[in-house]
């Protein structure tokens, strides 16, 4: 008996379960930060990151955090000249008719999308 403390002998199979296990993990972990790196606006940046494997974990959390850093910086600059910019703009006249102007554009980019895709 063992009173749900760990044992340590190995199953038939408990090996095979273990390695597959692993393989899964480091193909999920893999692929989850390829698709965050790929589908993310700073793919531009995957060069750097695996550049900068070379120096390892702190390395990585480095590079992330001056790209974090900048992403907030530039988004947080970008918005506010946005918003600078929109309140010279007379757009008072445009929010009586946003619904059907954001239609019509929606409309216009699925049109595009079928022109281009083919």
């Known amino acids: 008996m063992h009173f749900g403390y760990p044992h340590e002998h190995l199953h038939e199979g408990d090996e ?17 930060l390829l698709a965050l790196l790929t589908l993310s606006p700073c793919e531009a940046f995957i060069p750097i990151y695996v550049s900068g494997i070379r120096y390892g974990w702190s390395g990585f959390a480095l590079l992330t955090g001056i790209l974090s850093a900048g992403t907030v910086t530039g988004m947080v600059i970008f918005t506010g000249l946005t918003l600078t910019g929109t309140k010279r703009l007379q757009l008072g006249m445009l929010e009586k008719y946003e619904s059907g102007l954001m239609g019509f554009l929606l409309c216009v980019v699925g049109l595009l999308v079928l022109v281009f895709e083919k």
């Open 16 to 32: 095979h379960k273990k390695d597959f296990a692993t393989r899964t993990s480091d193909r999920m972990a893999i692929t989850s």
